[in-house]
C-alpha cells in the first residue's frame, strides 16, 4: 500500500539473547507490526552509548526504541542494570535537546514475548504518529481499487482486507483512505510531463491531494514486469481502476489450446468474464471482454495461458514509469522498499511461491528508479533458495541461465526496460550509491 504525507521511521535497537529472539518469534506467529521498524541487533542492551539514539535522530529516525531483556535476565548479568541508569540520565535531557520525550522508550522483552515485541512496536508506532499529528501532520494509508477478482475491487472489501492484515488505525495511528473511491472511479488526470506512451494518467484522487507522498513496497517478482519495487507500488498502485487499464491495454493474452487442462482457474481469475470453454473444455479468451490485466497469466498452472503481444511487457513497463512520474512529479517523495521474502511472483497471487532467495534487508531512497536498481542489483547477488522456483527453473531441462534472478523466473520479462525508461523521461536515475547502515 502506499503511504501518503506521514508514516514514522522507527529505529529499535534490540539485544541478541531477547529481545531480537522476541521480534524472530513475532515475526515466525506472522504478528503484524509495522514495516517501518528498522531492527538493530546489538550484545546487550548496555551496547547502545546513548549517543547512538541521538545519532539516529540526527539521521531521520522519528522514532527510537531500545529492547532488552529483563531486570535479572540479562545473559550478561547486570548489563540491563548500566541500560537503564544510561536511559534515565539521557531522557532528562531530551527536553534540552529539542527531542520530545515520548519519541524515545525502554522496553524489556523476552524470547518467548513475540506477542509482546509486536504489540510495543504497533504502541511506538502509534504514539509517534500521534506526536506528528500534534504537530499538524495528517498521515493517512492508501491504495486504489484493482481490476482482478477478490476483496480489492471496491473500497469497503479494500479496508475490511487492509484490517486484517495488519494496516489498521490502532495499529499504525492513522487512517486508511481508498484513493480512488467506493467502485474505483474517484479519479484525477494528471499530466505525465514527458510521457511518450501517456499523456494524462488516471490517478486515485486521495494521492493527488496529499501534499507529500511517501512508498512503501514489498520488493518480489512479477510475472509481467519482472519485479515489483517503488515503481510498480507507485505507478500501478496509485492508478485508478481506469488508469490500470490504460496501462494493460497494450497487450492482451491467448490460450494455446494444447496446453489447456480445462481447470477452470484462469475464468475464475477474470473479473471481467473474458474467458469461456468450448466443448472441449478448452479455455478461449474474448478480447472484446478482455482489458489486459495479465491476471489468468499467473493464474494458469500449466502455462496454457500466454501474451500474444511480444512488446506487451515492455510497454506496461513504460507506462508504469510514466504514472510513477505523474503521482510524484512536483511534490516532495520518498520511497521505501522492503527486500525480504522475495516471492516469484506477485503478491495479490493466492499460489505465489515460496521465496526465491534469502531475506536482504530495507533499502530507502528519494529516487525510485535508483531505489529499483539497487534493489534488483542485491537480490541477483544473492544465492538462490534450495527448492523454490527459481531453483526449479534453473535445473529445468534445456533451461538457460539470463544471470538475472527475476528473468530466469519470468524468462518474457525485461525489468531493466522500466529503469530505462524512468531514466529517459526524469523519473530518477540508474546509477546510485549504497550506504549500509548496520
Not at 186 to 205: F, L, S, T
Amino acid at each position: 500500500m502506499q503511504v501518503n504525507e506521514y508514516k514514522p521511521l522507527i529505529v529499535a535497537f534490540c539485544c541478541n539473547w531477547c529481545s531480537y529472539a522476541g521480534a524472530d518469534l513475532a515475526g515466525n506467529n506472522r504478528l503484524n507490526y509495522p514495516a517501518d521498524v528498522k531492527i538493530i541487533r546489538v550484545p546487550c542492551s548496555c551496547r547502545v552509548n546513548p549517543m547512538f539514539i541521538l545519532r539516529a535522530f540526527q539521521r531521520g529516525a522519528d522514532g527510537v526504541i531500545l529492547c532488552g531483556c529483563h531486570p535479572g535476565d540479562c545473559h550478561y548479568t547486570s548489563g540491563n542494570y548500566y541500560t537503564r541508569r544510561r536511559m534515565a540520565l539521557l531522557f532528562s535531557m531530551l527536553d534540552f535537546l529539542g527531542i520530545e520525550k515520548e519519541r524515545t522508550r525502554v522496553e524489556w522483552v523476552s524470547a518467548a514475548e513475540g506477542a509482546k515485541f509486536a504489540a510495543t512496536m504497533n504502541d511506538f508506532a502509534k504514539t509517534v504518529a500521534d506526536a506528528v499529528k500534534e504537530l499538524g501532520g495528517r498521515p493517512f494509508l492508501t491504495d486504489c481499487n484493482t481490476l482482478y477478482v477478490g476483496r480489492r475491487k471496491n473500497a469497503l472489501d479494500h479496508i475490511e482486507a487492509a484490517y486484517e492484515n495488519g494496516f489498521s488505525p490502532f495499529s499504525t495511528g492513522c487512517q486508511i483512505i481508498i484513493a480512488d473511491g467506493l467502485k474505483g472511479t474517484d479519479e484525477v488526470d494528471v499530466p505525465v510531463r514527458g510521457g511518450e506512451y501517456i499523456r494524462e494518467a488516471h490517478i486515485g484522487r486521495a494521492v493527488m491531494d496529499a501534499d507529500i507522498f511517501i512508498s512503501l513496497s514489498h520488493f518480489k517478482g512479477h510475472e509481467s514486469t519482472g519485479f515489483g519495487g517503488a515503481i510498480k507500488n507507485i505507478g500501478m498502485g496509485c492508478g485508478s481502476r481506469a488508469g490500470k487499464m490504460d496501462m494493460h491495454c497494450a497487450g492482451k493474452p491467448d490460450v494455446d489450446k494444447s496446453v489447456c487442462r480445462g481447470c477452470g482457474v484462469c475464468m475464475k481469475n477474470c473479473a471481467h468474464g473474458a474467458i469461456a470453454f468450448d466443448e472441449n473444455r478448452k479455455a478461449g479468451i474474448d478480447h472484446g471482454k478482455c482489458v489486459g490485466c495479465g491476471r489468468c497469466i499467473g493464474a494458469c498452472n500449466f502455462d496454457a495461458v500466454y501474451n500474444g503481444n511480444d512488446s506487451a511487457n515492455d510497454e506496461l513497463n513504460y507506462k508504469m514509469a510514466e504514472y510513477a512520474k505523474a503521482v510524484v512529479d512536483g511534490r516532495p517523495a520518498f520511497h521505501i522498499n522492503i527486500v525480504n521474502q522475495v516471492s516469484p511472483y506477485c503478491d495479490c497471487h493466492g499460489e505465489n511461491d515460496t521465496a526465491i532467495i534469502p531475506d536482504v534487508g530495507m533499502f530507502a531512497s528519494f529516487d525510485p528508479v535508483a531505489l529499483d536498481v539497487a534493489c534488483a542489483d542485491a537480490c541477483n547477488r544473492m544465492p538462490v533458495m534450495p527448492g523454490s522456483l527459481l531453483d526449479e527453473n534453473l535445473r529445468a531441462c534445456g533451461a538457460r541461465d539470463h544471470h538475472d534472478h527475476f528473468t530466469n523466473v519470468s524468462p518474457n520479462t525485461d525489468w531493466r526496460s522500466c529503469m530505462e525508461h524512468g531514466e529517459k523521461i526524469g523519473l530518477g536515475t540508474r546509477s546510485y550509491e549504497l550506504i549500509t547502515v548496520k
